[in-house]
């Protein structure tokens, strides 16, 4: 008797195989932007406006041309010869590649120099002599809404304010029927403060133009290259086939990496007007002042109530700072991103959400850090007011949010907004996160400790989140759809090559992908060899963001396995003799119905493709296929925090952490939990300590490490994870659902609901993040809000 394939043994779906890419990371010998060397190299610097808004009255360049080695000074009346002083972002706005008439944020780029070496190009740039006359000022969305605030896009035909879009979802009408009958309406005002993804790599790219062959290559730390091509293709007007974009190994994207930046756009007219590769390294100050950032919204929300704590409705406003052009890379149907997936884990009868976009003096972005196109920020709202909730009716907060719970079975749910939540366990997971971190039990020490003067607080965050943008109904990027791909070659020794539409930062797709593989053709998933990332090669796909790599464009490598599968069952019947219909198939193995020891193997029927196929068969066994999700994947997750609050000083500690995450079927168990305490240490950093902002002139307070915080493995928390609840996606052809940013869109609001639920009976109902000491003991002992 034949024995059949161990799953996990041979390195698929369940197996926490070891990353296969950490070999050469951790051996300091991962191929980074920056590790790519050209004969004839030349190196980029770019010049940053001091001033956040000014006009540019002039720019004098002519001691930087006179530097030994400086090959080219561009500015932005040069680029303007080339059609490219400014380029159209990726939500239908345009930017400034190089200033021409004003600067509109501080670091904005004004000129770039290209040297034989970096140290020459930096020197040249602070030769340059721009002379600026100082504007107006804007750095919130009240500022940039008041009568009398500068028009910051004078540059656009019939902007005359700094409104960049009005948007709405839900029912009105229903929602204010809603708060007319509500016994109760709790009200909350935050504002999610605005975050930096601060990969440790910065941005970066090298642009080699080859006149003899015209075809561009541009090596580039980016998410989506095939987007970047789109871009390039139609901004530089350079044909498509004759750009090939590569991203290599990237130090980090956290979504940083998902915008067409002017630093990627003048490297390559740089090399265009030089015909030599241009390299551009940039610096961490200038990642920290211009990249594209995350959040800095403002929300004024409410909840309609019944006194036995049902919610009747919601109304959500949001304001978002989009900083001085709309840049954000997201679905083009969704102005403000995917907010109104906020309250989808809980069966809310109406709803109604209306946005607000706004240009300030600021750098542009909004959608990144682990964002979800702003589920974070949905999330945070939610789970913020329903902790609220919970305490102006005098519930428990558990018990609260188990009354409003979308229940087993009512999925698939509708909800007011217009998602299909399509499964989940939502009381299955908070059971299990209450008991592992002894909830009754805590809220006695609570009491006990209250007693004596101490400050325990208890927070839940319970949400579900849309992932795997999506269905080509309704998610697109600048008109592409948002589908990905996967090609397999099974070679004749049934060693495989599989490339995928995506890029993976840092998630382990070169692990995980090929466990696919190996759970759909039992090829051991070490014979898989995974690729991404360089146009000429990977087939057309949207790249990875928003954790739709495993829901999109690992759907897509199991649907390319299967159809492997389906050629190779053919290859089987010819070897067995007997008919198709006769051949059983089991992990790594087609066999005779009837007679299992009658078999080949997978290996063995990729051999008769290229040396023993029937007649009239196509040799070869491989194939690409491009997928369209039905419907975006729904990860469940409960994280609980307790903390202990000084009195005295404001500062407050983490006591535990525990995590439920249901993300469906877990492809690897150790990169989903690696993904896991990543979010939540991210989390745990906005909530506690990160702090980017801006003072009154537009100077970026918060653009070096001194001031802007990564938490180091000191200062993290332990957390603890658990794994029991699994609902798979229905959908999805193996189960999985996204997880990438769970925690990081999950977590704050545990933290924050935590430490607020310390401060009980203080009067005292919201402080912004981040929940530095000083803000905490303001509140302590003002008994006022904090914002
Ligand atoms: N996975 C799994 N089983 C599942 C779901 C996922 O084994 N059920 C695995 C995947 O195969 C993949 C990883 O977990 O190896 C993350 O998968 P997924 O949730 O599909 O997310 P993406 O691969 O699309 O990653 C994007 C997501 C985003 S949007 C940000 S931002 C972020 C994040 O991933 N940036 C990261 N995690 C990061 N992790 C690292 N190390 N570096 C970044 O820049
Ligand atoms: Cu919004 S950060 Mo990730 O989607 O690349």
Redesign the pocket.
């Known amino acids: 008797m034949t024995k059949a394939l161990d799953e996990v043994g041979i390195g698929g779906i369940g197996a926490s195989r070891k990353r296969v890419e950490d070999s050469r990371f951790i051996r300091g010998q991962g191929r980074y932007t920056d590790d790519i060397v050209l004969p004839g190299m030349l190196h980029m610097e770019i010049l940053r406006s001091p001033m956040a808004h000014a006009r540019i009255k002039s720019i004098d360049a002519s001691k930087a041309w006179e530097i030994p080695g400086v090959r080219l000074v561009l500015t932005g009346e040069m680029a303007a010869t080339r059609n490219l002083a400014w380029m159209p972002t990726l939500s239908y706005d345009t930017q400034a590649v190089l200033a021409t008439d004003k600067v509109r944020f501080q670091g904005q780029e004004v000129a770039c120099v290209v040297a034989d070496d970096p140290y020459i190009a930096k020197d040249a740039c602070d030769a340059i002599d721009v002379e600026y006359e100082p504007l107006p000022v804007v750095v919130n969305p009240e500022q940039a809404l008041a009568e009398d605030a500068p028009v910051i896009r004078d540059d656009k035909a019939g902007q005359d304010g700094n409104v960049v879009y009005h948007w709405e979802v839900g029912d009105k009408a229903g929602t204010d029927r809603a708060f007319a009958n509500a016994d109760r309406i709790s009200k909350l005002r935050l504002h999610y403060p605005r975050s930096h993804?601060s990969?440790i790599e910065c941005c970066a790219s090298v642009a080699d133009y080859d006149r003899a062959t015209q075809k561009l290559t541009v090596y580039m730390t980016t998410?989506a290259p095939h987007i970047v091509r789109a871009a390039v293709a139609m901004i530089a007007e350079l044909p498509e086939h004759m750009i090939r974009i590569v991203s290599p190994d990237?130090g980090?994207?956290?979504?940083?990496?998902v915008p067409v930046y002017p630093g990627y756009v003048c490297s390559i007219l740089c090399s265009i007007l030089l015909e030599r590769p241009v390299k551009w390294i940039e610096d961490k100050t200038g990642n920290l002042i211009s990249t594209g950032f995350a959040r800095d919204m403002y929300l004024d929300s409410e909840l309609a109530l019944r006194e036995d704590g049902k919610i009747l409705g919601v109304r959500i406003h949001a304001d978002a700072d989009h900083g001085a052009f709309f840049a954000d890379a997201q679905p083009s149907k969704f102005k403000i991103g995917l907010l109104h997936s906020a309250f989808a884990c809980y069966d809310i009868p109406a709803a109604h959400l209306t946005a607000r976009g706004v240009y300030t003096n600021k750098a542009p972005g909004g959608v990144?850090?682990?964002?979800?196109f702003r589920v974070t920020e949905a999330m945070f709202f939610q789970e913020r007011m329903v902790h609220q909730a919970a305490k102006d009716l005098g519930i428990d907060p558990a018990e609260f949010r188990r009354r409003n719970f979308v229940r087993a079975d009512q999925f698939p749910y509708r909800t007011p907004f217009g998602f299909l939540v399509d499964s989940g366990q939502p009381e299955k997971c908070l059971d299990v996160g209450l008991e592992a971190i002894g909830y009754e039990n805590f809220l006695k020490q609570k009491e006990e400790a209250r007693k004596r003067g101490r400050l325990l607080g208890i927070g839940i965050s319970t949400m579900t989140e849309p992932?795997?943008a999506g269905n080509s109904r309704e998610y697109d990027i600048l008109g592409i759809k948002m589908f990905d791909s996967a090609e397999l070659r099974v070679h004749l020794t049934g060693k495989a090559l599989l490339r995928v539409g995506?890029k993976?930062?840092?998630?382990?797709?070169e692990?995980?992908?090929a466990?696919?593989v190996s759970h759909e053709l039992g090829i051991p998933a070490e014979d898989v060899t995974v690729e991404e990332g360089d146009t000429d090669t990977a087939p057309f796909g949207m790249g990875?963001?928003?954790?739709?790599?495993?829901?999109v464009?690992?759907a897509a490598i199991s649907m390319v396995s299967r159809k492997i599968r389906a050629k190779a069952r053919k290859l089987a019947a010819h070897l067995l003799e007997v008919s198709e219909e006769d051949v059983e198939w089991e992990l790594g193995r087609f066999y005779v119905r009837g007679v299992p020891d009658r078999g080949v193997t997978i290996q063995e029927c990729a051999m008769a493709a290229y040396s023993n196929m029937p007649d009239g068969m196509e040799p070869g066994l491989e194939n690409h296929a491009y997928y369209d999700p039905p419907n975006l994947t729904w990860?469940f997750a409960v994280y609980i925090a307790t903390v202990e609050v000084d009195p005295e000083s404001g500062v407050w500690d983490v006591l535990n952490l525990v995590a439920v995450d249901d993300?469906?079927?877990?492809?690897?168990?150790m990169?989903?939990e690696?993904?896991i305490m990543?979010?939540l240490t991210e989390a745990y950093a906005m909530s506690n300590m990160q702090f980017i902002t801006f003072d009154e002139e537009g100077n970026c307070v918060g653009s070096n490490y001194m001031d802007y915080l990564l938490p180091t493995a000191w200062e993290t928390p332990g957390f603890e994870l658990h794994s029991e609840v699994v609902t798979p996606s229905p959908h999805h052809p193996i189960g999985?659902?996204?997880?990438?940013?769970?925690a990081?869109v999950g977590g704050p609001a545990a933290f924050v609901n935590a430490v607020m639920d310390a401060l009980d009976g203080t009067g005292v109902r919201n402080i912004d993040m981040p929940l530095l000491p000083d803000r905490v003991w303001q509140a302590l002992r003002t008994g006022q809000d904090v914002s």
């Open positions: 993804p990969p998410q990237i980090g994207g956290f979504g940083n990496k990144a850090y682990r964002c979800s992932l795997g995506t993976s930062q840092g998630q382990g797709h692990t995980t992908w466990q696919i990875t963001y928003a954790s739709r790599s495993t829901p464009g690992g990860p993300c469906g079927v877990r492809i690897n168990p990169i989903v690696g993904q990543g979010g999985a659902k996204g997880i990438g940013e769970c990081a």
